[in-house]
């Protein structure tokens, strides 16, 4: 079974940066680990729906953005640490937020579509005071 953990939120000032990280362990039933899975970070506010923010592809090659966090946040992965991130940079108010980080076994280049995703974080708050 795969899991995944998230770590690096916290409370920033507008115009802060926080690095979000996400752990997988464990490998799907087809036997496939971390380094064959499209990773996605996904957001959610309160009393709004989860909404995508970033995904990067297996070889880190292909990396696709939402318009509100271009230029803003860069995500990455460590294959060999199984890990990815999420640099977030300028923060601002309204990108607070709890954020997931998701997996899709088998996806070779990246989606923003949330039923690609076959495993999910437990999600960590990032609060952006202005």
């Known amino acids: 079974q795969v899991q995944l953990v998230e770590s690096g939120g916290g409370l920033v000032q507008a115009g802060g940066s926080l690095r979000l990280s996400c752990t997988a362990s464990?490998?799907?039933?087809?036997?496939?680990?971390?380094?064959?899975?499209?990773m996605g970070w996904f957001s959610q506010a309160p009393g709004n729906e989860r909404e995508f923010v970033a995904c990067?592809?297996?070889?880190?090659?292909?990396?696709y953005y939402a318009d509100s966090v271009k230029g803003r946040f860069t995500i990455s992965r460590d294959n060999a640490k199984n890990t990815a991130y999420l640099q977030m940079n300028s923060l601002k108010p309204e990108d607070t937020a709890v954020y997931y980080c998701?997996?899709?076994?088998?996806?070779?280049?990246?989606?923003?579509?949330?039923?690609?995703?076959?495993?999910w974080g437990q999600g960590t708050q990032v609060t952006v005071s202005s």
């Open positions: 998701a997996a899709a076994p088998g996806l070779y280049s990246g989606s923003a579509y949330m039923y690609e995703y076959d495993y």
């Open positions: 990067i592809g297996w070889s880190g090659g292909s990396s």
């Open positions: 464990g490998r799907t039933a087809s036997g496939r680990t971390f380094s064959s899975y499209t």
